[in-house]
């Protein structure tokens, strides 16, 4: 009986301790989130330094106060190296969404977690694949992802997020010189490409 007795004393303590090295980061959004009462945070242990993907290490909430106390909206587990969160609009619905950094490689080329906010129903929407694509960047004027990832040949791609997936059109746009040192042509190859794109999307429609 007090074999039992001391091993919960421990578990207890453990548990004490090992909490006490989590800690809560508060993140600061819109203003239109503040105005509506949404707040974000990251839970983490600082001195997690994994660089794992498979293994997630923080935990990322997104709630609201509603009369005097807090309802949890939507809550994750996450894999993130730097612990950042960026509010950009990715589906022009003049909203800023949530980009959760997901991770960095050896040429610093970022990706991201990509939750959409849906204030009128209060909810987010992950977007599957969307951590794939290495510094995404929202062409509002055509509702289209690029990127342009830095590599031995810096690289673009073209996506489009089509309800809670991401849409790889198969592009890559090599930026620099061939073999033979003639020029890629990257900016003629873009605008091509990019009237390609929006062509094939419009005969979709």
Not at 103 to 128: C, E, H, P
Not at 158 to 184: A, M, P, Q, S
Request: net charge neutral; glycine share 6%.
């Amino acid at each position: 009986m007090k074999k039992n007795i001391l091993l919960l004393i421990c578990i207890i303590l453990q548990t004490l301790v090992f909490g006490q090295k989590k800690e809560l980061k508060k993140i600061n959004g819109d203003s239109i989130f503040t105005q509506k009462g949404y707040s974000f945070s990251l839970e983490y242990d600082p001195e997690d330094e994994s660089s794992d993907e498979s293994k997630n290490n923080i935990i990322f909430t997104f709630s609201k106060q509603i009369n005097g106390r807090e309802k949890i909206i939507h809550r994750e587990k996450l894999f993130s190296k730097f612990k950042n969160v960026e509010f950009i609009d990715f589906n022009g619905d003049g909203i800023k969404d949530i980009l959760v950094e997901n991770t960095s490689d050896v040429r610093s080329n970022l990706t991201y977690n990509l939750f959409l906010v849906d204030l009128k129903n209060q909810k987010l929407r992950k977007i599957d694949g969307f951590s794939g694509i290495k510094n995404p960047n929202y062409l509002k004027k055509y509702d289209l992802i690029d990127c342009t990832v830095m590599s031995g040949r810096n690289w673009t791609s073209f996506y489009k997020i089509e309800g809670n997936k991401v849409k790889d059109f198969g592009y890559v746009i090599e930026d620099g010189e061939d073999e033979h040192g003639k020029d890629l042509e990257y900016d003629k190859n873009y605008d091509l490409t990019l009237a390609k794109i929006l062509k094939s999307e419009k005969q979709r429609k």
